[in-house]
């Protein structure tokens, strides 16, 4: 499984040992606006630059206007800021058919595309037709909902070799990362704060002091 940061602030993408690598970052406007930043296209660049400096091999970036003439703009220009820095950059827009103008004129740009808010099977083959790079349900508010969640998560892993690939968006529980891991999802995105807390475990923590314990005895 990929995984990649849920934000925009590029001093939480410095993890502490004991984390798995990541693939990238992934942002939205919300999440721009929590680090600080305007939603523009020179902010953009500059998350683009930032993902390089840290060493970081792709970001993904949501636009914020269902404007045809603007996607295909902020695309071009993006794609070529990734070009230069060598990344791999994805495109992000609402699984909505009011953005279906913006996601052709995006992938007509040559960049992957990401459809968010992914919320039923009807959704998910509209994604597939689309030839959409990934899909992203948003785990928390479809269980939030009371909506049939891990059926949904098996439909979306069953499609991935033909069609868009199941990216679990915002991932804020362990156990839910590990079903993802389970049932076989390409990805998953998490906040960094997160995946530090994940990285130790309070009972990995107390088998060590045991061992620890245990071998000192020993010698006593």
């Given amino acids: 499984m990929k995984l990649y940061?849920?934000?925009?602030?590029a001093q939480a993408w410095r993890l502490p040992a004991g984390c798995p690598?990541?693939?990238?970052?992934?942002?939205?406007?919300?999440?721009v606006r929590q680090a600080g930043l305007p939603v523009s296209l020179p902010a953009y660049l500059g998350l683009l630059q930032a993902v390089a400096d840290q060493g970081l091999p792709e970001l993904m970036l949501q636009l914020p206007s269902a404007d045809p003439a603007q996607a295909s703009d902020w695309a071009q220009t993006l794609r070529e800021q990734a070009q230069r820095l060598q990344l791999g950059l994805t495109l992000k827009l609402p699984c909505h058919p009011d953005w279906?103008?913006?996601i052709v004129a995006v992938q007509q740009c040559g960049l992957p595309v990401l459809l968010t808010g992914l919320s039923n099977p009807v959704q998910l083959l509209w994604a597939r037709s689309?030839?959409?790079?990934?899909?992203?349900?948003?785990?928390?508010?479809?269980?939030?909902?009371?909506r049939d969640v891990w059926s949904f998560m098996q439909a979306c892993v069953a499609v991935q070799a033909a069609g868009p690939a199941l990216l679990a968006a915002s991932i804020k529980s362990a156990d839910v990362l590990t079903r993802l891991i389970a049932c076989?999802?390409?990805?998953?995105?998490?906040p960094p704060a997160n995946l530090v807390v994940w990285a130790s475990d309070?009972?990995?923590?107390a088998a060590i002091e045991q061992f620890e314990r245990d071998s000192r005895d020993s010698l006593g």
Wanted: proline fraction near 9%; charge should be negative.
């Fill in 21 to 31: 690598p990541v693939q990238g970052v992934t942002t939205n406007p919300t999440l």
């Fill in 130 to 146: 689309l030839g959409a790079a990934y899909v992203a349900p948003y785990i928390g508010r479809l269980a939030a909902d009371g």
């Fill in 100 to 102: 279906s103008p913006a």
């Fill in 184 to 190: 076989g999802a390409a990805a998953a995105t998490l």
């Fill in 5 to 9: 940061l849920d934000s925009a602030d």
């Fill in 202 to 205: 309070r009972l990995t923590d």
